[in-house]
Nanobody
């Protein structure tokens, strides 16, 4: 059982910044071992990958956010972050934290999400 709790969402103007946090907890969860990711879902659209980060720090970004968003992690605190800058209205969505499954395809978990709204 793993819990992922997102925080830091809110409403900002275009061009603004926001930092999301995802705190992980639970039994038998070696946080530093697993890839973590941020996804987002806008109303009427499919959930999409925003960014991911491996335990060793290798990152991957969706093209539309590359250069604007930065994913990072603090393994000592079991927390993954998403620093969002130069926000656009198109970034408006519920943002979800995900723990990727292990090599056996087990142990994938989702947070409940945090709302990010970018508008004038």
């Amino acid at each position: 059982q793993v819990q992922l709790v997102e925080s830091g969402g809110g409403s900002v103007q275009p061009g603004g910044s926001l930092r999301l946090s995802c705190a992980a907890s639970g039994s038998s969860f070696i946080f530093s071992t697993y890839t973590m990711g941020w996804y987002r879902q806008a109303p009427g659209k499919q959930r999409e990958l925003v960014a991911s980060i491996t335990g060793s720090g290798t990152t991957n970004y969706e093209d539309s956010v590359n250069g604007r968003f930065t994913i990072s992690r603090d393994n000592a605190e079991n927390t993954v972050y998403l620093q969002m800058t130069s926000l656009k209205p198109e970034d408006t969505a519920v943002y979800y934290c995900r723990k990727y499954p292990n090599s056996r395809g087990l142990g994938a978990y989702w947070g409940r999400g945090t709302q990010v709204t970018v508008s004038s």
